[in-house]
């Protein structure tokens, strides 16, 4: 009967009867013992009335291979392996203790005896793995067995694989490690969590730390730490290591290292570097490398290991060099000064040295230069000031040049200048209005407003020119130069000498370091205001000026005079200097030049009726400024003599009245006198028209009168020709008809006269064109054979130089004996070839031709002693020699 079955038969509680297949177990409990027992299957079980059943059926427990579990309160066994009982029956028990089992040898199950607690269920047992480690604590004091060693509670140790952990209960597993693989240029860094001996034999101290440099798989301790792992640097001829000592303490080199030193690792000393575990890496140096036209210097040079603080070091290239540590550049790397025969370097001097390219002592402070063509490299006692380019210089041109030393500023102009040591540039200040004068055309912008009485418009056109000029700054440290215009002429004062000097144009002017320019403040606008436009350069004129003033006459009839004025300085002798200070004697010609006028004619006018000076304000305005002469005459100008001013010509550009009734008044009568004279112009023309149209009337009658009797004449005439005409019509048809047949016949004669002379002329020209062709075509004909024959002679001639040269050098090539040996080869090799066979006759014929015997025998009887045959080209095919 299944668990299930039993199971279900009792689940009412009904029945007891029990049925417990094989491996299954229940606790009975007697109640009245109080002892729960242990009932194994298979078995039918019947309970009792004072029997109850706590658990069951239960499955027993099975341990396979390699498998294990946790029972907690076993039963004690005795030596036999059997389980011990009180004297009540009831299963001995140890409390609060564990028993680990593992499978039985027979894999048979077993059940739990009463008070037993399954703490964890068949579990597969533990594989650790090659490179891999459980590390394990002990809870209890024990005996290992497999190493003999006593362990105490607390205790820490590994268990390696490859194995498989069988567990006790004496000891826990903390964890599992796995060994940290350490690659080539790789390293591990360990920390003793308490003193051990580690892997190499070495006594370490807790808290020590240590590298684990050794290629392969490393698996730690059970009292170290992996702290992290450490690749190495890899060190180049272009990259180094600095590192700084934590510790006391000797590097891989065998060299002692101080607590808080610094060195560099370079490839001389390894290829690859670790750090070790008292070194701190503070930074990658980089390689410094010089060519051959750069230098450095470095500040606080290493030498011998120690730092030589406040010193330098001059270090030139070509070299590639690290620096060491607290070692740095000043300025980093510099370029060798390379100067041309313009250029120039400025030294100073910062630390007493001896000069050896001088051969002289430097003191601080000294100030020296060094001209071009050459290279220099400056020593680590001298400081570079500046780099010196001489300045080229046009003959108009120039620069302000200011002595260090004693302070004096001077010009140099139209010269390439160099600036020496004890030389600067000087800035030449002028101000504000003249820095704006310069820049502007003396001309074109000669009647500009500089003041803030302008219209809007004219604020805004010198705002424009003002931001304009402001954009070009000019160098301050060039000479200032003016182009003085035609006909003018500037002041320059110099405040050293206290002198002042007009140069006239035009002329280029050239400032000096102490001179000025003369600024002039003019009156302008209309009417006249002062101080509105301001020059550098007088204009000398002619040219004019236009103002307002205002007068009153003997009436009290005030008007307002717009006059225009021409002028012009009159000026004998540009060299005479008194003369020419005149020019500049009055600061504002043009206002007071306005001035004086509008005085003159204001007293000439006051004395003068409204009427008179309305008819005659030409005259009166001329004369009162003007003058008489002694014969009454108006002069035709008016000389201003501080300053040598000419007013020559006054233009009166209009009149108006200031009052409005008087203006209302001269309007009225200007309409009236322009109505009276619109009437009597109009009455003239209408009276001219009238006579005119009389005068026409006449012209034309007369006219008529002609026409008709001209047109009667002609009638006349008409009336003549057509009676002549008649008669000549009547009588003049015959005649025309023999005329034009006469001269018909006349020209038919001619032409066919002409015609006959021209055809003998064609016909001579052509046969004297033809002779002329045939002679032509035979000179051409001849001439070509004559060439021809020319050409074939002389090619006969030449080709048979060239055969006999040939022949010539054959011959010469060959030699004479070489040529009678070949002619005679054949002949002798017959005779030989006969002489060979003994033969002292023979006859070779084809056959087909005749032969003479008689001969034949006639040359045998002669005493023959031989017969040469010798092929040929005969009819025959073969000829016969005879030799002797």
């Not at 001013?645 to 200007?670: C, F, G, H, M, N």
């Not at 025309?736 to 002329?761: H, M, P, T, Y």
């Not at 056959?847 to 005969?874: C, D, E, H, Y």
Request: overall charge negative.
């Amino acid at each position: 009967m299944s668990k299930t079955t039993a199971t279900s038969d009792n689940k009412s509680g009904s029945g007891p009867l029990y049925r417990i297949p094989p491996h299954y177990y229940i606790h009975v409990l007697d109640q009245n013992t109080n002892v729960t027992r242990l009932e194994i299957g298979p078995k039918t079980f019947i309970k009792q009335d004072n029997e109850t059943v706590t658990i069951g059926p239960e499955k027993m427990i099975t341990v396979p291979p390699r498998h294990y579990c946790v029972i907690e309160s076993p039963v004690v066994r005795n030596e036999a392996g059997e389980v011990q009982f009180d004297k009540n029956g009831q299963a001995k028990l140890i409390h609060a203790d564990l028993d680990i089992r593992l499978a039985q040898p027979d894999q048979a199950p077993f059940p739990l005896y009463p008070g037993e607690i399954l703490r964890q269920p068949v579990t597969p047992l533990k594989v650790v793995p090659a490179n891999s480690a459980l590390r394990l604590k002990a809870v209890l004091d024990f005996e290992d067995e497999t190493t003999h060693e006593q362990r105490r509670a607390g205790d820490e140790w590994l268990f390696e694989g490859p194995a498989t952990y069988i567990p006790r209960k004496e000891v826990s597993v903390e964890e599992q490690i796995r060994a940290t693989v350490i690659g080539s240029n790789q390293a591990i860094r360990l920390c003793a969590k308490k003193e051990i001996i580690d892997r190499a034999g070495q006594h370490r101290v807790t808290g020590e730390e240590w590298l684990v440099k050794k290629t392969g798989a490393y698996l730690p301790l059970a009292y170290e730490t992996v702290v992290s792992v450490e690749n190495a640097y890899v060190l180049t001829d272009k990259k180094a290591l600095h590192l700084r000592a934590l510790r006391t303490f000797t590097d891989n080199f065998d060299k002692q290292r101080m607590n808080g030193e610094e060195w560099l690792v370079t490839l001389a000393d390894t290829e690859t570097h670790i750090l070790s575990v008292y070194e701190e890496l503070v930074n990658v140096v980089n390689v410094i490398t010089l060519t051959s036209r750069q230098y450095c210097v470095i500040l606080d040079p290493v030498a011998d290991g120690k730092p030589q603080l406040g010193k330098k070091k001059l270090v030139v290239g070509e070299k590639s060099f690290f620096l060491q540590p607290g070692e740095k550049l000043e300025n980093g790397i510099q370029d060798v000064f390379i100067l041309g025969e313009d250029e120039g370097v400025i030294l100073k001097c910062i630390e007493a040295f001896k000069d050896e390219q001088a051969k002289v002592n430097r003191n601080p402070g000294d100030r020296w230069m060094i001209r071009g063509p050459t290279e220099y490299i400056p020593p680590t006692q001298v400081e570079v000031v500046t780099r010196q380019k001489a300045i080229p210089l046009d003959e108009n041109e120039g620069i302000y040049v200011r002595d260090i030393k004693t302070g004096c500023v001077r010009a140099v102009i139209g010269e390439t200048y160099m600036l020496t040591q004890d030389e600067e540039l000087w800035q030449k200040e002028l101000p504000k209005q003249v820095e704006e004068l310069l820049s502007r055309d003396a001309l074109s912008e000669r009647n500009v407003l500089t003041r803030n009485q302008t219209s809007d418009k004219s604020k805004s056109q010198q705002q424009t020119t003002t931001s304009n000029t402001n954009l070009a700054k000019r160098d301050k440290s060039k000479l200032i130069t003016y182009r003085v215009p035609h006909n003018a002429c500037v002041q320059i004062y110099d405040y050293k000498a206290k002198n002042a000097r007009i140069i006239f144009g035009p002329e280029l002017v050239l400032l000096g370091p102490d001179e000025h320019f003369t600024l002039l403040s003019l009156s302008g606008s209309v009417p006249k205001k002062p101080n509105q436009i301001q020059t550098l350069c007088l204009l000398l004129g002619p040219d004019f000026f236009t103002d307002v003033i205002v007068i009153e006459t003997a009436d009290h009839a005030r008007l307002s005079l717009q006059l225009s004025y021409n002028w012009h300085f009159q000026i004998s002798d540009t060299t005479d200097e008194k003369e020419a200070a005149k020019l500049f004697s009055v600061p504002d010609f043009v206002g007071d030049a306005a001035k004086a006028i509008a005085s003159r004619i204001r007293g000439a006018v006051a004395g003068t009726q409204f009427d008179d000076f309305h008819k005659n304000s030409a005259q009166i305005i001329r004369a009162s400024v003007f003058g008489l002469d002694a014969n009454q005459h108006i002069r035709d100008k008016f000389i201003f003599p501080q300053n040598n001013l000419v007013i020559t010509s006054i233009d009166i550009q209009s009149v108006e009245p200031v009052d409005q009734r008087t203006r209302d008044a001269l309007q009225k009568s200007v309409q009236l006198a322009i109505e009276i004279t619109t009437n009597s112009q109009e009455a003239a023309a209408k009276h001219e028209a009238s006579r005119r149209e009389q005068e026409a009337k006449g012209l034309l009658e007369r006219q008529r009168i002609k026409d008709e009797a001209n047109a009667e004449e002609v009638r006349r005439q008409l009336l003549d020709l057509q009676a002549l005409s008649a008669a000549v019509e009547s009588t003049g048809q015959a005649k025309a008809e023999a005329q034009s047949r006469a001269e018909s016949a006349r020209i038919e004669g001619e032409a066919a006269v002409d015609q006959a002379g021209l055809k003998a002329k064609a016909t001579q020209i052509e046969a004297e064109a033809e002779l002329s062709r045939l002679q032509l075509a035979r000179e051409a004909e001849i001439k070509f054979l004559r060439e021809q024959n020319e050409l074939e002679i002389s090619k006969k001639s030449e080709m048979s130089r060239i055969e006999t040269e040939k022949f010539k050098l054959q011959v010469e090539s060959i030699g004479a004996s070489t040529i009678q040996s070949i002619a005679t080869s054949g002949p002798d090799t017959q005779v030989k070839l006969l002489q060979a066979l003994g033969l002292q006759s023979m006859l070779v014929t084809d056959g087909r031709t005749p032969i003479n015997l008689m001969g034949f025998g006639q040359g045998l009887l002669g005493g023959l002693t031989s017969t040469a045959i010798k092929n040929s080209k005969s009819p025959s095919g073969y000829h016969v020699e005879e030799n002797d």
